[in-house]
C-alpha cells in the first residue's frame, strides 16, 4: 500500500469513529435522560385477627396477596397462605373467601380477572368472584369491592398452606390506567375496624372447627426502576469500538 492510500485509509478510519462516537455519546445521554420501566408491587398480608378464632400459627401473614405490575394497565395476583397450619390432616385450615378494596375513583365492575392455571397450585381451579363498590362486607371489617370465594369441600380442593392461585387483571374502562397500587385502599370501617383486604379462614380453634375474619393492617409497596434500554445500545456501541481496534476487544467484552 502506497503512502497517500494510506493516509486516505486512516481519514476514513477516523471518520467512521468520530460517527461512531458520537452515536454512542447520544444513546449514553439518552440513557441519563430517559429511566427504564418502573416495575412496581403491593404486597399485602392479612395478620389481624378481628372476628373469630384466630388461626394456630403465631406467624403471619397468614394470607399473602401481592399484586405486581407486570404491563401497560395489567396487574397480576398471587395468592397464597403461607401460615396456615395443617392441624389435624384431615381438617387443616384453608382460606374460603378473600375480601380486596379497590381505587373508588375507578369502576370496579369494570375489572377483567383472568387466572393463570399454569401457576395454580394445590387446589380445585373452581372459583367465585364477586365485583361491588363498597357492598362485599366481610362481617364487622368493612366492606370491600372484591370478593374470591374458593372451594371448602374437601381437603384436595381446598386452598391450604403451600397453595398458590394467580391472576392477571385488566381494566375495560375507558381512558383509565390501573397499577398495583389501585389495590391498596382501606375498607368502608365495620364495627372491628378498616382493612387493605380480609379474608374467612376456615377450620381454626380447638379441634380445628371454628373460623376466623382476620384483615390486613398495613401494606408494603415496592418500585424497582428496570434498566434502562439505552445502557443496552450503549454497551454494543463500546463493542463496536472495540472492534474497530482490534477482535480480542471485542472477545474481552463477551467472556470477560
Given at each position: 500500500m502506497n503512502a497517500d492510500n494510506k493516509k486516505q485509509e486512516q481519514r476514513t478510519n477516523a471518520k467512521s469513529l468520530r460517527i461512531l462516537g458520537l452515536v454512542c455519546g447520544a444513546l449514553l445521554i439518552s440513557s441519563f435522560v430517559t429511566q427504564g420501566a418502573i416495575s412496581s408491587s403491593v404486597d399485602i398480608g392479612i395478620n389481624h385477627s378481628y372476628n373469630g378464632t384466630a388461626p394456630h400459627s403465631s406467624t403471619t401473614p397468614w394470607v399473602e396477596t401481592l399484586f405486581q405490575d407486570i404491563g401497560p394497565n395489567t396487574v397480576q395476583l398471587t395468592i397464597t397462605a403461607p401460615n396456615l397450619t395443617s392441624g389435624h390432616l384431615a381438617n387443616p385450615e384453608f382460606l374460603q373467601s378473600l375480601y380486596l378494596n379497590y381505587n373508588d375513583t375507578k369502576s370496579v365492575t369494570a375489572l377483567q380477572f383472568t387466572p393463570v392455571f399454569s401457576q395454580w397450585q394445590g387446589l380445585s381451579t373452581a372459583y367465585s368472584l364477586g365485583l361491588s363498590k363498597n357492598n362485599e362486607q366481610a362481617s364487622t371489617g368493612g366492606s370491600y369491592d372484591i370478593l374470591l370465594g374458593f372451594q371448602s369441600m374437601g381437603v384436595p380442593s381446598q386452598f391450604n398452606q403451600g397453595d398458590t392461585v394467580v391472576f392477571d387483571i385488566t381494566?375495560?374502562?375507558?381512558?383509565?390506567?390501573?397499577?398495583?397500587?389501585?389495590?391498596?385502599?382501606?375498607?368502608?370501617?365495620?364495627?372491628?375496624?378498616s382493612f387493605y383486604s380480609a379474608g374467612l379462614i376456615q377450620n381454626t380453634g380447638n379441634n380445628n372447627k371454628q373460623s376466623d375474619y382476620a384483615g390486613s393492617d398495613t401494606f408494603t409497596f415496592i418500585s424497582v426502576p428496570?434498566?434502562?434500554?439505552?445502557?443496552?445500545?450503549?454497551?454494543?456501541?463500546?463493542?463496536?469500538?472495540?472492534?474497530?481496534?482490534?477482535?480480542?476487544?471485542?472477545?474481552?467484552?463477551?467472556?470477560?
Open positions: 381494566t375495560t374502562q375507558a381512558n383509565t390506567t390501573l397499577s398495583s397500587l389501585d389495590f391498596a385502599f382501606k375498607s368502608v370501617p365495620g364495627t372491628a375496624g428496570e434498566p434502562a434500554s439505552g445502557w443496552a445500545a450503549a454497551g454494543l456501541c463500546l463493542a463496536a469500538l472495540g472492534l474497530r481496534k482490534g477482535k480480542t476487544s471485542l472477545v474481552g467484552l463477551l467472556v470477560g
